[in-house]
């Protein structure tokens, strides 16, 4: 919120300007950069001006450095701020930078039974044909062609056992499915993949 950047803006695409709001917002400032050269060295020849000379180059050197240094000290402040390691920080900014995606949506169509149109018109023990939207721990939940997913209790994954979701199915995958339950109030179904040939 402090960077004035929404969520909307995050997931519709990189905010490529977030270092530059970072430095803006946590305002940092490199006091060393235009120090003047020590005034003892003037006046002492062709040695001091060469050494005022040198003095000279290595603060424009860091000074054309300073937006770096700046975010750096700017993470700093903005990490210790919100609680978090520096680390981390710069990981969120360099993923919140890149545009975009969501495996999801790289998913086949399926092509869904046409007598099931909305969820009151789910039924136990039909068979229907999913596509995986989501794996979690302790299942999988499968777009069967209405508003809500339905879910696959790890349990019902498979007829053997199965350590973790991922050990059986995978987001996109295309699934056959058996419905176990459906609660019409709550808008839940839970799915079996049991008997089921996939």
Do not use: W
Not at 71 to 76: D, L, R
Not at 130 to 145: E, H, K, L, S, Y
């Amino acid at each position: 919120e402090k960077l004035g950047i929404d969520k909307a803006a995050i997931a519709g695409g990189g905010v490529r300007d977030i270092k530059e709001r970072i430095c803006e917002v946590y305002k940092t400032e490199d006091k060393k950069s235009f120090e003047k050269p020590d005034i003892a060295t003037r006046g002492k020849g062709l040695a001091a001006l060469a050494e005022l000379s040198q003095e000279m180059k290595r603060q424009e050197k860091e000074a054309s450095g300073a937006p770096h240094k700046n975010f750096t000290k700017a993470v700093a402040k903005m990490a210790e701020d919100i609680g978090i390691g520096e680390m981390t920080l710069r990981d969120i900014v360099e993923e919140i930078k890149k545009p975009a995606r969501d495996p999801r949506e790289d998913a086949p169509p399926v092509v869904f039974r046409n007598d099931v149109k909305h969820f009151e018109d789910l039924k136990p023990d039909m068979e229907m044909t999913g596509t995986v939207r989501n794996v979690v721990d302790f299942g999988a939940f499968v777009d069967i062609g209405v508003k809500n997913d339905g879910l696959v209790h790890i349990s019902e994954l498979s007829d053997r056992y199965v350590k973790h979701p991922l050990d059986v199915v995978s987001v996109g995958d295309t699934v056959k499915v058996k419905i176990l339950s459906v609660d019409y109030d709550k808008q839940k179904v839970a799915l079996t993949m049991k008997g089921v040939r996939n």
